[in-house]
């Protein structure tokens, strides 16, 4: 197992110093769900939601979260992104209602776009969440994970 990065020789928390690292064409996926009620999906998907277009909000909250990652996580680094895409897409199986997000983060750069991916995933989710929790108790998050990257020297990493 190769060791964390982001702990220096005396156990202390530091930002990798990527400066020398040269520049590859980084992407990243991650995805995640939230269930939900099947009344709640409904309304989402047909535009009855109270507060409004669920997953247009959603969408844009996916992007402003990638955007702002290095914002939130204090040791990432404030990348320059070169696309952020998500879908939301709402289940069609009737025993398993809930919105499935995929966000795939691109940049041309010294580090990878994991932890955007991911957060894109997690601020949608959690808008989704916030726009419906008044009617629905019990909406959950689940399932967050990086899916593939390609990119830098660690290569490719695509989940099984």
Sequence with gaps: MSRLTHIDAAGAARMVDVGEKPETHRVAVARGRV??????LRAIVEGRASKGDVLGVAQVA???GAKR??????????IGLTAVNVALTPSTNPADPAIEI???????????????AL???????????????????E?????????SKIGGKSGTFARS
Excluded at 139 to 147: E, P, T
């Design 35 to 40: 269930r939900m009620a099947a009344e709640t």
């Design 62 to 64: 996916a992007i402003m």
């Design 69 to 78: 990652t290095s914002d939130l996580v204090p040791m990432c680094h404030p």
């Design 102 to 116: 995929e966000a795939r983060v691109e940049t041309r750069g010294r580090t990878g776009v994991e932890m955007e």
């Design 119 to 137: 957060t894109a995933v997690s601020v949608a989710a959690l808008t989704i969440y916030d726009m419906c929790k008044a009617v629905d108790r």
């Design 139 to 147: 909406v959950r998050i689940s399932d967050i994970q990086l899916n």
